[in-house]
Nanobody, 122 residues
Framework: VQLQESGGGSVQAGDSLRLSCTASGRTASNNAMGWFRQHPGQERELVAS????????YYADSVKGRFTIAREYGKTTVTLQMNSLTVEDSGVYYC????????????????WGQGTQVTVSS
């Protein structure tokens, strides 16, 4: 499975960004997909995920109410709408395909994207 990410960039605090990721291969269509974020020197953390059918959405507490993950039923494109961005949202965002139809964890990822940089300045 190959993942193609787009949408990162540099913005001011309070602005919005939309990340998009498209996966190739049938495995992606049957499994959950998600976005992880990594700060320098830290492990990747799960920011949001969505099940294969567009349901079973998960959000990290730090992004609830500000980020929205979306995916059409059985499709392999997932988007992450990020609103009211803060400096703490900066980092490299990685798209991932999980091993389960409904959820994803860092330890159970089948494929990673190359990462896209998000920089939020105050």
């Amino acid at each position: 499975v190959q993942l193609q990410e787009s949408g990162g960039g540099s913005v001011q605090a309070g602005d919005s960004l939309r990340l998009s990721c498209t996966a190739s291969g049938r495995t992606a269509s049957n499994n959950a997909m998600g976005w992880f974020r990594q700060h320098p020197g830290q492990e990747r953390e799960l920011v949001a995920s969505v099940g294969w059918n567009g349901g079973n959405k998960y959000y990290a507490d730090s992004v609830k109410g500000r980020f929205t993950i979306a995916r059409e039923y059985g499709k392999t494109t997932v988007t992450l709408q990020m609103n009211s961005l803060t400096v703490e949202d900066s980092g490299v965002y990685y798209c991932a395909v999980g091993m389960s139809p409904v959820g994803i964890t860092r330890a159970r990822v089948t494929s990673w994207g190359q990462g896209t940089q998000v920089t939020v300045s105050s």
